[in-house]
């Protein structure tokens, strides 16, 4: 099993920047993709940033220039920094932790990020 924890949401203005980090633990079958997904209400949950072993990235188009996703293997975390925030971005932002090669995906509980004045 995997265990995948995040951390760093909380309140932002717009304009604002934030840190977001995920913890990943457990058996780690190999070095997985990891991502950022977010929700709002109301609506579905979408990629926001991937990041695989080798370090390839991809960003959906409403964060490019905004968002930075990064990892550290060693010690099996990835980080979203956050720029330039519009109240658009607010959402619960989860991290996933994939094993594409098993079929195997863990997710987090999602740490929520508001973004308001």
């Known amino acids: 099993q995997v265990q995948v924890v995040e951390s760093g949401g909380g309140l932002v203005q717009p304009g604002g920047s934030l840190r977001l980090s995920c913890a990943a633990s457990?058996?780690?079958?190999?070095?997985?993709?990891m991502a950022w997904f977010r929700q709002a209400p109301g609506k579905q949950r979408e990629l926001v940033a991937a990041?695989?072993?080798?370090?390839?990235?991809n960003y959906a188009d409403s964060v490019k220039g905004r968002f930075t996703i990064s990892r550290d293997n060693t010690k099996n975390t990835v980080h979203l920094q956050m720029i330039s925030l519009k109240p658009e971005d607010a959402a619960v932002y989860y991290c996933r932790v994939h094993f594409p090669q098993y079929g195997l995906a863990y997710w987090g509980q999602g740490t929520p990020v508001p973004v308001s004045s």
């Open positions: 457990g058996t780690m079958f190999a070095i997985p993709t």
């Open positions: 990041i695989t072993s080798g370090g390839s990235t």
